[in-house]
């Protein structure tokens, strides 16, 4: 097998650093959609003039509008339980923190949970648990999802799930692909293998390879859809960058495919965790932002989550550097949206409900979407990359987004929000070709008169 993580090329990179690379013929082939190499990647976060940083977070708007054009999918966690076995140091559910009250949510409660999520207009959840289970282990986990798919207000369900969960081996990915889920969720945390087995002393997280490989069997199992990722401020910021990368090179080459998504969170602080509120490689705001633009420009197919991590003010940043999804409304607790006070993962930087995270993205100009086409059409893992590398899935994206957000404006929005997106909608009409907006524009009126889960 070859090598996941090229170790000694990036260590060279972020020690030596590189400034050979041409940044315009770098922002160039990254403009032509075509995935940067690390050294040019490297070229890039080695960047401190702020000129220069602009430049290339421009570009990295103009690249995340070629692919997906405006767009920003909406969803929320639904966190299941915070049972876990692992000593993460960084993470309030780890095994050592006595004070935490541990709950594993009964169908019950989950059905009420996604009722909750439901009546704000969600549509799309990430089901998240700590990495350990009540005694029937996955089981709990497969009728949890069924549980989140069968709750309904009214005649509005949840439409995909997507899961973080702990690893699983080749067989257990079969299973939940039967469970019909979105995309399997897992991030490495840290990639710096001395740093990963400090931080991780207890439970089955301790082992980095297995985690390392676990994409890979889930690939082998028939999941498709994946998603990566590490908790920036655990690291040199700019070592996991690369490995991020190196890792996305690995999986194109020995799958022909990578993850669909890439999430970026930042360390924020965890009840009983001391590491947590002194991260001891704080990424300032300014790298940060550097952070998702290189990743958008490096690997422009692939979706960039944030999450409520980051305050207002970042996220709103953000979408204009390449940020594709965005959680909104948050909890990240079990229980949590029905107030209950168990202890969260940890601490949010956005308290602000769906609604006004929408008013917030339509003021900004973007397109809050609810779409889940892509995976109810069989749009994913190759076929998505189909039609994303060239940037032509935004021709999906933009009239899917009018379409569910105008359905979203129907029923859950308030007056002020309503108001503001059917302004935006308008507009958003007016500036797309004839044809596509005279399809979009039909749809729209489906829904308007009373029908509801239209997509192409």
Same mark, same amino acid.
């Given at each position: ?19 050979? #690379? ?123 999802? =069924? ?6 207000? #009214? ?12 690893? &699983?081996?080749?067989? =257990? ?188 993205? &339509? ?94």
């Amino acid at each position: 097998m070859s090598e996941i993580i090229q170790t000694e090329k990036i260590t060279q990179l972020v020690n030596h650093g590189t400034s050979s #690379g041409d940044i315009d013929a770098i922002l160039n082939k990254a403009l032509s959609l075509s995935r940067l190499e690390l050294e040019e990647a490297a070229a890039l976060l080695n960047v401190t003039d702020e000129e220069t940083r602009n430049r290339i977070h421009h570009t990295a708007k103009m690249v995340k509008s070629s692919i997906y054009g405006n767009r920003l999918v909406i969803f929320a966690p639904l966190y299941i339980s915070n049972l876990c076995k692992n000593d993460c140091a960084y993470c309030g559910f780890r095994v050592s923190n006595r004070g935490l009250k541990r709950k594993a949510l009964s169908m019950e409660e989950i059905t009420s949970e996604t009722e909750h999520l439901l009546r704000t207009g969600q549509k799309r959840v990430l089901m998240v648990s700590g990495e350990a289970y009540p005694r029937d282990g996955l089981n709990y986990v497969l009728r949890s999802i =069924d549980t989140i798919y069968n709750a309904r207000v #009214g005649e509005h369900g949840i439409r995909r799930i997507n899961v973080n969960i702990a690893p &699983v081996e080749t067989d =257990d990915f079969r299973r939940l692909r039967e469970h019909n889920i979105g995309t399997y969720q897992l991030f490495q945390e840290t990639y710096h293998k001395p740093t990963y087995h400090k931080l991780h002393t207890l439970g089955p997280k301790t082992d980095y390879d297995y985690r390392l490989n676990t994409i890979g069997r889930a690939f082998h199992g028939g999941i498709d859809d994946v998603g990566i990722g590490v908790l920036f401020g655990l690291y040199n910021w700019k070592y996991e960058v690369l490995s991020i990368l190196s890792h996305v090179e690995y999986l194109e080459r020995e799958f022909g495919m990578g993850p669909h998504t890439i999430s970026v969170p930042r360390l924020e602080p965890a009840t009983g965790s001391s590491i947590s509120t002194k991260p001891p490689f704080e990424v300032t705001d300014e790298d940060f932002k550097l952070i998702i633009s290189v990743l958008r420009l490096a690997v422009p197919y692939i979706g960039l989550i944030l999450s409520t991590r980051e305050t207002p003010e970042m996220r709103k940043a953000a979408f204009e550097l390449g940020i594709s999804q965005i959680s909104a409304g948050s909890k990240t607790n079990p229980g949590g949206y029905g107030e209950n006070d168990s202890c969260e993962q940890f601490s949010l930087g956005d308290h602000r409900s769906l609604d006004d995270v929408i008013y917030d993205v &339509v003021s900004s100009g973007f397109i809050p979407s609810f779409c889940t086409s892509c995976y109810r059409l069989g749009r994913t893992g190759l076929d998505f990359m189909e039609f994303a590398k060239p940037g032509e899935i935004k021709k999906k994206c933009q009239p899917n987004a009018l379409i569910t957000f105008t359905e979203y404006l129907l029923d859950f929005a308030s007056d002020k929000v309503k108001n503001a997106g059917m302004e935006l909608i308008a507009r958003e009409l007016a500036e797309t070709d004839p044809e596509t907006a005279g399809k979009t524009k039909a749809l729209i009126q489906i829904v308007r008169d009373g029908k509801r889960d239209v997509f192409v």
